[in-house]
């Protein structure tokens, strides 16, 4: 599909289209089932990273801000409203709001790809990929089931529950502004957990217009907490040290994870995290090199390599190595950049001067370690500031920074190795292991390499893995939990043992 498009489009403005929006676009934050101002009724500024141009203004909320979300959350948790609510209540609820978020697609979408610059049909999928976790946990509440266990003793029953955890503080990026939030809170709601959600700085409006669908569907006030802010590590570090949130689930950054992990500790809360990965994606001599090369595409490019599963470090062996580089060559450089509003744009901006900054800094990085630009290696200024080519360098050493760290951009690293064995050293040489990928046609070697892997997740001639049904998450350094299919429900259950005695049988 992406083959025959190869022109770059110009710059539109988001404004206009923002003002045609529906109510969903939200200008207060969501307390209590109140939507409300900051304190002192501060504000920061969205854009829109293709034009710049501020979208949206939304509530910076302070510590006490949060403090009263999570007091809601607390009350909301204890209510009877809430709680009297059986599996199947709740089952109904997630699906009237999943109802509701389809219904929605064209509106959400378009919010999505105003404030994260994410292509217009990538945030309609995110918004089917997002909304798949709210069907998906709308059905898994009705199965969180508990054990009878046989005891050892005479007259005794070993009857094992599982409790939902309390409040959870959910803390989400702005990559997938949607489907990040959906695969915490659906869990959450799920096993009958109240929330806090603090969604990215960057965007918070996706993240209200399905607070407001929640609402719609008939959530109850408190439930679902939305806190925007721009001063997150205070908040931050309010949810860790307050003992009414009993659970906190973050993606994003392995920095801010760990952050998170350490100041928790004291509490000792359930912590989620799912951070940065540094992905391989190893192409044998036994590869279909067609299917590699289109898989290759897929997991880089998706939102513009700004996705935390994305290839980062492209390790070919020397049989297929001149095909792949030239058949993937050809690929990149039919690219379609631009403003993701327009239908037939494949990639958008990064996200902001931060990320920019890192990703031509490590393309300039590894130029000066004599590494090849064979394409792209430059920033499109004609475009818009944040826009950088589509990129592929070849002979990477490992010394440079796009080998080493995730690059969260348009760039395609590669590296060129002999053998298996040298393909899974290099390829586990990292300190990340969220996902990895590899091409063979070779069974023998497709289990070997699939064990071998230090990573949460591997695709095998597949390059894009994620589905609500299969379990997320990172090993080493990329976090701990699993998000998404039966295991996504653990991080919000407590199992509670109940030994019931001197039962009278005869
Ligand atoms: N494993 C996954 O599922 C997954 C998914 C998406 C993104 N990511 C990772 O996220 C990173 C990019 O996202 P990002 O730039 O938004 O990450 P980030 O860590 O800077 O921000 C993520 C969230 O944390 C908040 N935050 C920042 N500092 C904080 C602090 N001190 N205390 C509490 N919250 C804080 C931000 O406001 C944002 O809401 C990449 O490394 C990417 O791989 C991982
Ligand atoms: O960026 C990380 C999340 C992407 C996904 O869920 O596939």
């Given at each position: 599909m992406?083959?025959?498009?190869?022109t770059?489009?110009?710059?539109?403005?988001?404004?206009?289209r923002?003002?045609?929006l529906?109510?969903l676009?939200q200008?207060?934050a969501?307390?209590?089932?109140n939507?409300?101002?900051?304190?002192g009724?501060?504000?920061?500024?969205?854009?829109?990273?293709?034009?710049?141009?501020v979208?949206?203004?939304?509530?910076?909320?302070?510590?006490?801000?949060?403090q009263?979300?999570?007091?809601?959350?607390?009350?909301a948790y204890e209510?009877?409203?809430?709680?009297s609510?059986?599996?199947?209540?709740r089952?109904?609820?997630?699906?009237?709001?999943h109802?509701?978020?389809?219904?929605?697609?064209?509106?959400?979408?378009e919010?999505m790809?105003?404030?994260?610059?994410k292509?217009?049909?990538?945030?309609?999928g995110?918004?089917?990929?997002?909304?798949?976790?709210?069907e998906?946990?709308?059905?898994?509440?009705?199965?969180?089931?508990?054990?009878i266990?046989?005891?050892?003793?005479?007259?005794?029953?070993?009857i094992?529950m599982k409790q939902?955890?309390?409040?959870?503080?959910?803390?989400t990026?702005?990559n997938?502004?949607?489907?990040?939030?959906?695969?915490?809170?659906?869990?959450?709601?799920?096993?009958?957990?109240t929330?806090?959600?603090?969604?990215?700085?960057?965007?918070?409006?996706?993240?209200?217009?399905?607070?407001k669908?929640a609402e719609e569907?008939?959530?109850?006030?408190?439930?679902?907490?939305?806190?925007?802010?721009?001063?997150?590590a205070p908040?931050?570090?309010?949810?860790?040290k307050?003992?009414?949130?009993?659970?906190?689930?973050?993606?994003?950054?392995?920095?801010?994870?760990k952050?998170?992990?350490?100041?928790?500790?004291?509490?000792?809360?359930r912590v989620?995290?799912e951070?940065?990965g540094?992905?391989?994606?190893?192409?044998?001599?036994?590869?279909n090199?067609?299917?590699?090369?289109?898989?290759?595409?897929?997991?880089?490019?998706?939102?513009?390599?700004?996705?935390c599963?994305?290839?980062?470090?492209?390790?070919?062996q020397?049989?297929?190595?001149?095909?792949?580089?030239?058949?993937?060559?050809?690929?990149v450089?039919?690219?379609?950049?631009?403003?993701?509003q327009?239908?037939?744009?494949?990639?958008g901006?990064?996200?902001?001067?931060?990320?920019?900054?890192?990703?031509?800094?490590?393309?300039?990085?590894?130029?000066?370690?004599?590494?090849?630009?064979i394409?792209?290696?430059?920033p499109?200024?004609?475009i818009?500031p944040?826009?950088?080519?589509?990129?592929i360098?070849?002979?990477?050493?490992?010394?440079a920074q796009?080998?080493?760290e995730e690059?969260?951009?348009?760039?395609?690293?590669?590296i060129?190795?002999k053998?298996?064995?040298?393909?899974?050293?290099?390829?586990n040489?990292?300190?990340?292991g969220?996902?990895?990928?590899?091409?063979?046609?070779?069974?023998q070697?497709?289990?070997r390499?699939?064990?071998?892997?230090e990573?949460g997740?591997?695709g095998?001639?597949?390059?894009m893995?994620?589905?609500?049904?299969?379990?997320?998450g990172?090993?080493?350094?990329s976090?701990?939990?699993?998000?998404?299919?039966?295991?996504?429900?653990?991080?919000?259950?407590?199992?509670k043992?109940?030994?019931?005695g001197?039962?009278?049988?005869?």
């Amino acid at each position: 599909m992406w083959r025959h498009l190869n022109t770059i489009t110009t710059r539109t403005s988001s404004i206009s289209r923002m003002r045609s929006l529906s109510a969903l676009v939200q200008s207060k934050a969501l307390v209590n089932g109140n939507w409300i101002d900051a304190s002192g009724s501060a504000t920061f500024e969205v854009r829109n990273p293709s034009s710049g141009e501020v979208i949206g203004h939304v509530p910076n909320m302070n510590v006490s801000d949060a403090q009263d979300a999570i007091n809601a959350a607390k009350q909301a948790y204890e209510s009877k409203e809430w709680r009297s609510l059986t599996a199947k209540d709740r089952s109904n609820l997630l699906k009237k709001w999943h109802k509701l978020i389809e219904q929605h697609t064209q509106e959400i979408a378009e919010i999505m790809t105003a404030e994260s610059g994410k292509p217009i049909n990538e945030s309609k999928g995110e918004v089917a990929y997002g909304n798949a976790f709210v069907e998906w946990f709308a059905e898994e509440a009705r199965r969180i089931y508990g054990e009878i266990i046989p005891s050892p003793v005479a007259n005794r029953e070993i009857i094992v529950m599982k409790q939902p955890i309390g409040v959870a503080a959910l803390i989400t990026p702005w990559n997938f502004p949607l489907a990040m939030i959906t695969r915490k809170a659906g869990a959450a709601l799920a096993a009958g957990c109240t929330v806090v959600v603090k969604p990215s700085e960057d965007t918070p409006l996706t993240a209200l217009a399905v607070a407001k669908l929640a609402e719609e569907a008939g959530i109850p006030g408190g439930v679902i907490n939305v806190v925007t802010t721009n001063k997150a590590a205070p908040i931050g570090d309010l949810f860790c040290k307050s003992p009414d949130v009993r659970g906190i689930s973050f993606t994003g950054s392995t920095e801010v994870g760990k952050l998170l992990f350490r100041n928790s500790a004291d509490g000792i809360k359930r912590v989620c995290l799912e951070l940065g990965g540094n992905a391989p994606f190893i192409v044998f001599d036994s590869a279909n090199v067609e299917k590699a090369v289109e898989g290759a595409m897929a997991s880089k490019f998706r939102n513009c390599g700004q996705t935390c599963v994305s290839a980062n470090r492209f390790f070919v062996q020397d049989g297929v190595y001149e095909k792949f580089v030239s058949q993937l060559k050809e690929r990149v450089e039919a690219l379609k950049i631009g403003d993701g509003q327009s239908c037939d744009v494949q990639i958008g901006p990064l996200i902001n001067q931060m990320q920019f900054k890192k990703v031509s800094g490590f393309v300039e990085d590894a130029r000066s370690k004599k590494a090849n630009v064979i394409t792209g290696g430059k920033p499109l200024p004609s475009i818009g500031p944040l826009f950088y080519a589509p990129t592929i360098i070849t002979d990477v050493p490992p010394t440079a920074q796009l080998y080493t760290e995730e690059v969260f951009g348009p760039v395609v690293s590669i590296i060129r190795f002999k053998d298996e064995p040298e393909a899974i050293q290099k390829a586990n040489d990292t300190r990340r292991g969220l996902a990895g990928y590899f091409y063979s046609e070779n069974l023998q070697q497709v289990f070997r390499v699939a064990k071998r892997l230090e990573v949460g997740m591997v695709g095998v001639n597949e390059g894009m893995i994620s589905a609500a049904e299969a379990p997320f998450g990172g090993v080493k350094e990329s976090g701990v939990g699993r998000e998404g299919s039966k295991h996504g429900i653990d991080d919000y259950v407590d199992i509670k043992y109940i030994c019931m005695g001197n039962l009278k049988y005869d």
